[in-house]
């Protein structure tokens, strides 16, 4: 077993500076004269010129880089858009095309995600120009009322259009998920202010891409803030809910309908007058035993100035469950949820951590949230006159 320890270290460092990650790019840009062609690596923070070189007589040209998990460059040409591609490891690419509009005017063979690219550059420019053209149609008709209809008209045409291409985006994700070229499609802007796919609007694509980048290629740069860029749409989504849920408050709390250990179905909002203290635990989680115990002491303490607790429990297992009810000996409302971690209700109000809690006071209103301990007891002393 040690022997084949040590080998599969020797052949792993052996493969990671193999040749199969040196990629070469060559091709030919007819009409360059003797332009400078330049090679820019496409990073999330920034763009960075790596290599240049002179055109030939020929037009021909030729670059060599090390590519060990799949990286964007761009190639362009003097002042000319740049052509964006994916550089993979054990994948030569053979870029030609001519000077003039050089970004639109190529041709690319060897990497399959960089044609994908292409493509969805080539559509994209058509409903860019398309849109651009029924803006200045808008901006060009009279400001008279007898025009209204015509700008209706050309307002439904450009809305019709941009819709077009967030479908095509969306399903060209879909169909190409395992391929690079769909985190490029996930960032690309219908202008210089807007996204094509919005985090509000296209969650499900940013998962797509989100789940197949971090199976596919862990490690990448991409990868990375791909993840994090995901996380940061579910903070701000869940803060978003909440802050709902804080301006909704008066009388509109989401409801709770669960049956307790007898099966008996109990409101949250038959609790509305009282002190509230909405619980989310799993009691046959490690560690429950120690939480309960210190949920009792504030228990105790506030029951008599008017505090319920209701506690919605999120054990997989519902007989485990109500023993655990009978052995911690819980009097306070507690319920089970069976549809567990998929629970609406821990859904509806926001749970992303086990436990959980919000302080509801007597208007109905949340005051509080995930607090424990010390803090739990100093903010029910506050709320609780």
């Known amino acids: 077993m040690k022997h084949f320890f040590f080998w599969s270290i020797t052949l792993l460092a052996l493969a990671s500076c193999s040749d199969k990650d040196t990629v070469k790019i060559k091709g030919e840009i007819k009409e360059g004269g003797k332009q400078v062609v330049y090679l820019d690596r496409v990073n999330v923070d920034d763009i960075i010129t790596v290599d240049s070189a002179k055109l030939g007589s020929n037009g021909r040209f030729s670059f060599q880089l090390e590519a060990k998990e799949p990286t964007f460059y761009r190639l362009r040409v003097g002042k000319n858009h740049p052509v964006t591609f994916v550089a993979e490891p054990n994948k030569d690419i053979n870029i030609t095309g001519t000077w003039n509009k050089f970004h639109e005017n190529y041709d690319i063979e060897g990497s399959e995600s960089s044609a994908l690219i292409k493509s969805f550059a080539a559509e994209l420019r058509k409903t860019q120009s398309k849109l651009e053209s029924l803006r200045k149609s808008y901006d060009a008709l009279p400001q008279e009322k007898k025009f209204d209809t015509e700008r209706k008209a050309l307002e439904a045409e450009w809305d019709s259009t941009f819709v077009n291409q967030v479908r095509y985006s969306r399903n060209f994700i879909i169909e190409n998920a395992l391929s690079p070229a769909s985190y490029y499609v996930l960032y690309q802007k219908i202008n210089n202010a807007n996204f094509i796919l919005s985090p509000d609007t296209d969650l499900q694509s940013y998962r797509i891409v989100a789940t197949s980048m971090s199976t596919l290629y862990p490690e990448s740069q991409y990868t990375k803030a791909l993840l994090a860029h995901h996380d940061r749409i579910m903070k701000q989504r869940g803060n978003q809910k909440m802050r709902e849920l804080i301006v909704n408050s008066e009388n509109n709390l989401p409801e709770i309908s669960l049956p307790n250990v007898k099966g008996d179905t109990i409101d949250l909002s038959s609790l509305r007058g009282k002190y509230i203290l909405l619980d989310f635990t799993v ?82 209103e949340i005051a509080g949230k995930n607090l424990t301990g010390r803090r739990l007891e100093e903010r029910l002393n506050v709320i609780i006159k």
């Not at 297992?317 to 949820?337: A, S, T």
């Not at 926001?350 to 809690?357: M, V």
């Open 283 to 364: 009691l046959s989680a490690e560690g429950c035993e120690a939480y309960i115990k210190e949920l009792k002491k504030i228990y105790n303490q506030f029951k008599g100035k008017g505090l319920e607790i209701y506690q919605v429990c999120l054990d997989p297992n519902k007989l485990l469950w109500e023993e655990l009810v009978r052995k911690y000996d819980i009097k306070w409302i507690c319920v089970h949820d069976g549809a567990n971690v998929r629970s609406r209700a821990a859904a509806v109000w926001n749970i992303q951590n086990i436990p959980a809690n919000y302080i509801i006071n007597r208007q109905y």
